[in-house]
């Protein structure tokens, strides 16, 4: 897995293009605090995580500031 980067539209942006892929969200520990993965738009999906736009409440409590991926 490559990694870590923070989780910032730049950081997204520069390292992730739009094809499938498997991630892992982390707090400031390093601590893995969610796994998923993209069938279609990587890219697009770790923006769904970003702190403005996440749905799930767990993952804003936890303060996830970055992740690692694979394509």
Request: glycine share 4%; aromatic share 8%.
């Amino acid at each position: 897995m490559k990694g870590p980067c923070i989780l910032a539209m730049f950081q997204i942006d520069s390292n992730i293009s739009a094809e499938a892929g498997i991630y892992i969200l982390v707090n400031a520990n390093n601590n893995a605090i969610y796994v998923g993965r993209s069938d279609s738009n990587l890219n697009t999906r770790l923006k769904d995580h970003l702190l403005q736009n996440e749905a799930n409440i767990c993952i804003k409590r936890c303060e996830v500031n970055a992740f690692y991926y694979m394509k």
